[in-house]
């Protein structure tokens, strides 16, 4: 059974930038890692996930973050630069899938990480 764990989350002004990670316990990985986010209000939707070495990010995040993974270490982290208050969301790295565009498809899911974005 694999286990997820994101850290890095917190309150940051428009403009500036968080590194989120996830850390694995117990089995492995499968093909693919993906960071998800919800707001208050809405679905929970795609933001970015990495393959083996493909990647994938939703238009609203591309240029802006940065997904990489350490497959020895089992982590995955999210760099996100110039955020915005739109970014406002409780992040979550999931495990597990092979589409990696769909929230649900996601089989093993992290506990989440609140990111504030606000003056």
């Known amino acids: 059974q694999v286990q997820l764990a994101e850290s890095g989350g917190g309150l940051v002004q428009p403009g500036g930038s968080l590194r989120l990670s996830c850390a694995a316990t117990g089995r492995t990985f499968g093909t693919y890692l993906g960071w998800l986010r919800q707001a208050p209000g809405k679905e929970r939707e795609f933001v970015a996930a990495v393959g083996w070495i493909e990647t994938y990010y939703a238009d609203s995040v591309k240029g802006r973050f940065t997904i990489s993974r350490d497959n020895a270490k089992n982590t995955v982290n999210l760099q996100m630069n110039s955020l915005k208050p739109e970014d406002t969301a409780v992040y979550y790295c999931?495990?597990?899938?092979?589409?990696?565009?769909?929230?649900?498809?996601?089989?093993?899911w992290g506990q989440g990480t609140q990111v504030t974005v606000s003056s």
């Open positions: 999931a495990a597990d899938t092979s589409d990696p565009r769909r929230p649900k498809s996601y089989r093993y």
